[in-house]
């Protein structure tokens, strides 16, 4: 049996973001710091600005929570 899901645009849209967004941060892992962490976080807010989060609303700042902790989990070593 195939199941098919179906994703909303705006969804589809997020998860691309979030992909692009840990596929940076993963390459950038090994220059971890204060201004990596700066990068990061400004390429948080643009991936979610670009699929249509109003920056400064609670909406946006959950996105960029989301992908902060994706990121954080792609890059944690796992023991």
């Known amino acids: ?3 098919t899901i179906a994703l909303s645009p705006r969804l589809a849209a997020i998860l691309a973001a ?6 940076i ?4 892992a090994a220059c971890a ?4 962490a700066t990068q ?3 390429q948080e807010n ?16 959950r996105c960029v929570d989301n992908l902060d902790a994706a ?3 792609t890059m944690l070593p796992i023991n």
């Open 33 to 36: 710091g204060p201004s990596f």
């Open 46 to 61: 643009r991936a979610c600005a670009e699929v249509g989060f109003t920056p400064g609303t609670g909406e946006h700042n």
């Open 18 to 23: 979030a992909t692009l967004v840990a596929g």
């Open 40 to 42: 990061r976080l400004a």
């Open 25 to 28: 941060g993963g390459s950038l």
């Open 71 to 73: 990121m954080t989990q």
């Open 1 to 3: 049996m195939t199941r």
